[in-house]
């Protein structure tokens, strides 16, 4: 069995990209860094690499993180200006044994020196939008940081391998040198190929205080499906974030196990994901919080694709 999950349906053209490559059988370190590289490259999404919204200073940083689930090798940058892909800097990393993690100017450095594509990473577009909200934000009790969302994917090879990887610009408008969850382990991203990966979206500073994607992994090891910990894993944060400071932010998350069985949950209205497996064409499906708390997962049909699609086109103003 071979698979491959995303968060949001700005994945959709890296996950088929990702299956293709699964299933003539390449390798999942390769076939995620692929899908991810595609999310990275696509100026209109407007949160993850070229085109990814500025922090307060008009700056495009961002976080990627990669992890191979055999070996537990981790890499990952934070706060990275000007390179093209960031989660290529991440998995390059991964193969070092310390120094595995790096942030802003010594991230660069590093970048620099392995030869990564350098570019400025602010579109006309980013920067227009990133105009506005300082605009509104001086009339209006605008909220600064609405607007993120990260890619994070979890990919399963034909010789049972497993890895995960995200990569987003994080929030709008973040203060500089601010880092979320994506590019830390455990709360962005888990996997161990002997049980499965999870990766997370949604508000970096609360998904963290969960370390969201090592507990859907746990609950997976001891042996609840990816939909069943995912629900857990959420709905437990969410409980006790309220508990403790009375408000949850936006946690949403995806998991696939070593079977190539996945899930999805949100504590929000909207979450997308995007999934193809040996046995699964790839799809977008509309993850759907109940009242009750579990979620019921629909296959998007492509007419609301479309449409999704030439909203984020319009929204980015392309
Ligand atoms: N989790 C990301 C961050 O806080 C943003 C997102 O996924 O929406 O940086």
Same mark, same amino acid.
């Given at each position: 069995m071979w698979g491959i999950i995303a968060t949001w349906r700005m994945a959709k053209e890296g996950v088929k990209e990702g299956c293709a490559l699964l299933k003539e059988g390449k390798a999942a370190g390769d076939v995620i860094e692929t899908a991810i590289r595609r999310v990275e490259d696509?100026?209109? *999404?407007?949160?993850?690499?070229?085109g990814g919204l500025p922090n307060e200073e008009s700056e495009v940083e961002l976080d990627a993180a990669y992890m191979d689930g055999d070996t537990w090798s981790v890499g990952a940058v934070a706060a990275?200006?000007?390179?093209?892909?960031p989660v290529s800097i991440a998995k390059r990393l991964s193969?070092?044994?310390?120094?595995?993690v790096l942030v802003g100017e010594g991230a660069e450095k590093f970048a620099h020196k392995e030869g990564f594509e350098r570019k400025n990473m602010l579109t006309a577009q980013a920067k227009a939008k990133y105009q506005k909200r300082v605009e509104g934000l001086k009339t209006e009790?605008?909220?600064? *940081?609405s607007g993120h969302d990260t890619v994070g994917m979890v990919c399963l090879d034909t010789r049972g391998k497993m890895t995960s990887a995200t990569s987003t610009s994080g929030l709008?408008?973040?203060?500089?040198?601010r880092v979320g969850d994506s590019p830390l382990i455990g709360s962005g991203f888990y996997v161990d190929s002997q049980y499965g990966g999870a990766s997370a979206t949604g508000l970096g500073e609360d998904l963290m205080k969960g370390c969201i994607s090592y507990e859907i992994v746990r609950l997976m090891r001891e042996g609840m499906s990816p939909q069943g910990a995912c629900e857990r894993a959420v709905n437990q944060l969410d409980q006790e974030l309220r508990r403790r400071r009375m408000e949850a932010g936006d946690l949403s998350v995806i998991a696939m196990n070593q079977k190539g069985e996945w899930g999805a949950a949100t504590n929000i209205k909207e979450f997308t994901i995007v999934v193809g497996t040996e046995a699964e064409e790839p799809a977008v499906y509309q993850v759907i919080r109940q009242p009750d708390g579990h979620c019921q997962l629909e296959k998007a049909t492509s007419e609301w694709v479309e449409n999704d699609e030439q909203k984020e086109k319009v929204a980015a103003g392309v």
């Open positions: 696509t100026p209109y *999404y407007q949160s993850v690499g070229y990275l200006r000007d390179y093209a892909n193969e070092e044994k310390v120094n595995i009790a605008g909220q600064p *940081y709008f408008m973040k203060r500089k040198g």
